[in-house]
């Protein structure tokens, strides 16, 4: 419980998948933001927490993070076409997946939108974003996720979530950010967030 209550910040959980053997490597870290990098990089700290590892073919198995590195087999046939991280409890702790498992969430949700409930598309929205924008993921990761999942999201807060992050998105690179969205063919979330302005 000391690191919750003594030690600033919260977790980065990064989740490697190995889809041919099974394996999920499950590593945490501080989550630290540019601003936070002001203060410098304080001692190495790790949190105790658990997270629920959820599959597309129905497999939910609870794995309890103590140390940097867990690494977990799953078995190559329970994990199917995708693994991601289910929030638990209100745990507190952002989640970053390999690029291979960013694509197949990404499908996952282009091809059936309610495979995820709305909590968990928030959760993958939020982090995406919050990732990119402290360069721990690539842009493209979130502005595809966007493309992919908002077209036909009807939900208004993840629409907020998109928006709030193309705004800042906006803020950071200026006119060049256009180009950017462009050039993933977001016209129609940018169209969408320029009439909100």
């Known amino acids: 419980m000391k690191p919750w209550i003594e030690e600033w910040g919260y977790p980065l ?7 041919d053997s099974g394996d999920v490597t499950i590593r945490q870290k501080r989550f630290v933001s ?10 190495s700290v790790t949190w105790t927490f658990q997270v629920l590892l959820r599959t597309s073919v ?5 794995v309890w993070v103590d140390r940097e590195v867990t690494v977990v087999n799953m078995g190559r ?14 745990s507190c702790y952002r ?22 409930s709305s909590a968990q598309k928030a959760d993958l929205f939020d982090d995406s974003w919050a990732l990119a924008f402290t360069g721990q993921t690539p842009l493209e990761v979130p502005l595809t996720l966007s493309l992919f999942a908002v077209v ?11 928006l ?3 705004n800042s998105l906006i803020s ?12 993933f063919r977001l016209p129609v979330i940018f169209r969408s967030f320029r009439f909100q302005q």
């Open 13 to 19: 959980v990064s989740v490697s998948v190995d889809y």
């Open 34 to 43: 540019e601003l936070n990098k002001v203060y410098g990089q304080p001692s």
């Open 58 to 62: 129905g497999v939910h198995l609870a």
């Open 77 to 90: 046939d329970q994990m199917g076409q995708w693994v991601m991280v289910e929030t638990v409890d209100r």
């Open 95 to 116: 989640v970053n997946y390999d690029f291979t498992t960013w694509r197949r969430l990404t499908r996952a949700i282009s091809q059936n939108a309610s495979v995820f």
């Open 152 to 162: 036909n999201e009807t939900e208004d807060y993840l629409w907020e979530i998109v």
């Open 164 to 166: 709030h992050n193309m």
């Open 172 to 183: 950071i690179y200026g006119d060049s950010s256009i180009q950017v969205c462009h050039s």
